[in-house]
């Protein structure tokens, strides 16, 4: 399963979109039973993309997530490169076509540079 960095603050966030090109903001609240549906799958998805890093925002814990992002509804899931938003998905997730999608950017993004 993709190891899960937890980001407890908006300067945590920033730290992390700067010292990951590629990552993956998942944001949730504890509340949210389709959340906890869904952070397994992306966990167990991203295995496939070792590259990309995988952060964990409580939208609870850091209110200032939403406006930063423009999160309307959780969970959200946002695909970052080099600290600009590519993809994002939001409250039900379909994973076929979210894999689709990832795999098209991570052979374009990694196919001649290196990643952190």
Do not use: W
């Not at 945590?12 to 799958?41: D, G």
């Not at 695909?79 to 938003?85: A, G, Q, V």
């Amino acid at each position: 399963m993709k190891e899960l960095h937890e980001l407890t603050s908006l300067d945590m966030v920033e730290a992390f979109l700067e010292n990951y090109k590629l990552s993956f903001l998942y944001v949730s609240r504890p509340e949210c039973n389709v959340c906890h549906a869904i952070l397994p799958k992306l966990r167990e998805l991203l295995v496939h993309y070792p590259q990309i890093h995988l952060g964990h925002i409580d939208a609870n814990q850091v209110e200032a997530v939403a406006a930063r992002f423009l999160i309307f509804t959780v969970p959200t899931i946002l695909l970052m490169i080099e600290k600009k938003e590519y993809l994002r998905a939001d409250r039900f997730v379909r994973f076929d076509h979210l894999n689709e999608q990832i795999e098209q950017i991570y052979e374009i993004v990694t196919q001649d540079d290196e990643v952190k």
